[in-house]
């Protein structure tokens, strides 16, 4: 049941993109995206429902296919605080959240 | 001001000692959940608690593991008896925006078994 990302690291310079994905084989009610800082809580940063929308969070933006359950993270011109590792949360029913395995982004100057 | 404060922040115990664990939400929130992270590792999920009851619970949530909410406010984690292996970060967390389960998590609490 729980989502699988890829990849597992990547490291950017500031101002290159980034593509996070996640796939899950179950059927999903919706994706949601938590980053989370060294030594820090995982914090929300954006949830997709069902309908194939995309949303966006600064210069981060996601989509979600619903029927390939599956979802995409962006990270366009990155920035040095876009560092941390990043979740995808599948939720299948509405008393659980699967997280992935997460994906470490290190953005260097 | 966090939305869910948990204690202790850090505790340190030997093996076979029981543990609790609190989360205290300010709002008035009917869903909480307890995830656990190992160092390094991903964010598990234990177990949900919806209008004082348990709704969901995975299979690392065996006998060992029990949520109350005792008094209406304070939600405790209890390990009845500590292992090595439960050494990890657990994390409170609270549901957000009502018909979504966003979540916000508190700071965790880092529990140490030697």
């Known amino acids: 049941q729980q989502p699988v990302q890829s990849p597992q690291a990547v490291i950017l310079r500031e101002g290159e993109d980034a593509v996070i994905n996640c796939s899950s084989s179950?059927?999903?009610?919706?994706v949601h995206w938590y980053r989370q800082k060294h030594g820090e809580a995982p914090v929300f940063l954006m949830i997709?429902?069902?309908?194939?929308e995309q949303k966006g969070h600064e210069k981060i933006s996601a989509s979600f296919n619903e029927k390939k359950q599956q979802s995409s993270l962006y990270l366009t011109a990155s920035q040095l605080s876009y560092s941390g590792t990043y979740f995808c949360?599948?939720?299948?029913?509405?008393?659980?959240?699967?997280f992935g395995a997460g994906t470490t982004v290190t953005v260097r100057a | 001001e966090p939305e869910v404060t948990q204690t202790p922040s850090h505790q340190v115990t030997q093996m076979g000692q029981e543990v609790i664990l609190r989360c205290v939400p300010i709002?008035?929130?009917?869903?909480f959940y307890w995830y656990r992270q190992i160092l390094g590792q991903k964010v598990e999920f234990l177990v949900s608690?919806?209008?004082?009851?348990?709704?969901?619970k995975s299979e690392i949530f065996d006998d060992q593991f029990s949520v109350e909410r005792p008094d209406g406010s304070n939600f405790t984690l209890k390990i009845r008896s500590t292992k090595l292996e439960d050494s990890a970060m657990y994390f409170c967390?609270?549901?957000?925006?009502?018909?979504?389960?966003?979540?916000?998590f508190g700071a965790g609490s880092r529990l140490t078994v030697l």
């Open positions: 179950k059927a999903l009610y919706s």
């Open positions: 997709l429902l069902k309908g194939g």
């Open positions: 967390a609270r549901q957000g925006i009502a018909g979504a389960n966003v979540l916000t």
């Open positions: 608690f919806y209008n004082n009851e348990i709704s969901e």
């Open positions: 709002s008035n929130h009917l869903y």
């Open positions: 949360g599948t939720e299948i029913n509405d008393y659980k959240l699967s």
